[in-house]
DNA sequence: CATCCATGTTCGCTAATAACGAACGAGCCG
DNA sequence: CGGCTCGTTCGTTATTAGCGAACATGGATG
């Protein structure tokens, strides 16, 4: 591990919406490094354009960082294979689709079809990071990850903040819920990030029967609870079809 | 300049649509150093969550490029500060809407509201490096940049490829029209990076009098004909709001 | 209008460390 | 089974990143 890269990762952590430009003194403190140190490590962040030095010389997140997102998403195999899915589960069930992964101990959706409603669609941006306590897909990427790490994660999550009446801000109980999810193969989120929104969401596979992403379906409750099997089974079909196109033969594989 | 992060930037520019992943050795090569310290950089960058190893060992950007840009677009000025602006200007001209900024020579689309129609929407992506020599988001940004700076960047322009007939691959003529987007304060495109595809364009400015962003305006070319001073001048009147946003006084700046 | 404080920036020295090359181990193809 | 390539590890050495002090700048304050 090299410390000028891992200092970069802990500056890159400082930049959040609530605190998007950064001056020199500042970072220093943050970091615990001199000021100078911090003056050659964001001016030579600045110079690669990952972050960009403002005209009252403090520095926010660069354009490059957009175009480094936008090159993932169009080379990443899971954006463009699982594209064709989503697009035909967001038409068919009219509902807004997520496609999601674990950044870091985080949900980030990395891609989205909004339903024929339209809502929902700029209620959480692709990209930015989400606790993953009150999201289903949130719910199915920490199902299965290995035991150590969904522990790790759990341990340093940063607390079970409760967003409505539904939210599940006890760890054992969340626990349980992760039980569930393994066995019966699909997550749901009651009500528990906002109100009068549920959600199903499933895991996509890869050939090696690692859970890559996962994919959810949002919706208002009332239709939720009217059709609330038939968006399971279009879901399942869609993670099943994007995990064949990924090489996973559910065949083979058993509930492990 | 810190040599690590000016090797950080070098590697990531080896990531793009047509090579989005590396091995270790590949990379040695690429950026001539040995392969240990590329296995170095590689790794340390997959740590913080910049790169990600993949199962068959080699690298691809990580999910973490995804959460910057995120950050970035709900936390910059510019993309919220113009959003109505745009929001309104493809409302009301009914066509697709593109805010441009530059990001080392390249201009690259921040925000898009497409028009009523839905073309265009996924023509270019949002942080994708493209040429500036045909779009004329791409001639307004370059007009006003300090002539030296233009000056460089045309010199180590990839190329002026041709994309249509009518691709302007002259560096002379390209040089004569810059001059006359400056006189006339906006720049067109006439299907000049795709047939049938006609631009308008006007520069975004701070209060200092810079030249932050471009507004590009895209139609097809019978609506560009026939409206052709009624979109001109919707355009113009959402740079003026914009740039006021953001401290710009019109009256008080000449020509200049 | 003068002063002061905080901040961004530069510079030389030194200790930390990143780069190298060689060696090891794993995986793939012939 | 053998040879090749690739990713990874390790110890040494030269590079360089970090520090602290000094300088420059600009905005706030009295």
């Known amino acids: 591990m090299l410390g000028t890269i891992r200092r970069v990762g802990q500056l890159l952590d400082l930049f959040d919406e609530h605190h998007p430009e950064w001056g020199v003194t500042e970072v220093a ?3 615990q490094v001199s000021k100078s ?3 050659a490590l964001l001016r030579s962040l600045a110079t690669i354009g990952l972050l ?6 403090r520095y926010r997140l660069g354009w490059r960082t957009l175009a480094l997102g936008s090159v993932l998403l169009t080379s990443s195999g899971i954006a463009g294979i699982a594209r064709p899915a989503i697009d035909n589960l967001a038409k068919t069930s009219g509902e807004t689709v997520n496609l999601a992964v674990l950044e870091r101990g985080h949900v980030i ?14 209620a959480v941006p692709i990209g930015t990071p989400l606790p993953f306590h009150c999201s289903a897909v949130g719910k199915v ?8 790490e969904a522990q790790a994660l759990l341990r340093t999550a940063a607390g079970f903040d409760r967003f409505t009446r539904n939210t599940i801000t ?4 969340f626990q349980a819920e992760l039980e569930q999810v393994r066995r019966q193969g699909y997550a749901f989120n009651l009500m528990e990030a906002f109100d009068n929104v549920c959600c199903v969401a499933a895991p996509v596979k890869n050939s ?3 859970v890559v992403a996962a994919i959810g379906l949002s919706m208002p409750t009332h ?3 009217r059709h609330r099997d038939y968006y399971i089974s279009a879901l399942l079909a869609a993670t099943r079809r994007v995990s064949a196109e990924l090489g996973w033969e559910a065949e083979t594989g058993g509930v492990a």
């Open 141 to 148: 990427l920490l199902a299965h990850r290995p035991p150590a």
């Open 170 to 173: 006890d760890k054992q109980r």
């Open 52 to 57: 960009e030095q403002l005209p009252n010389s």
């Open 109 to 122: 959706f990395i891609e989205r079809q909004p339903g024929a409603g339209g809502r929902f669609a700029s």
């Open 223 to 225: 239709r939720f609870e």
């Open 37 to 39: 140190s911090a003056h």
């Open 29 to 31: 403190r943050a970091l």
């Open 208 to 210: 090696l029967g690692l």
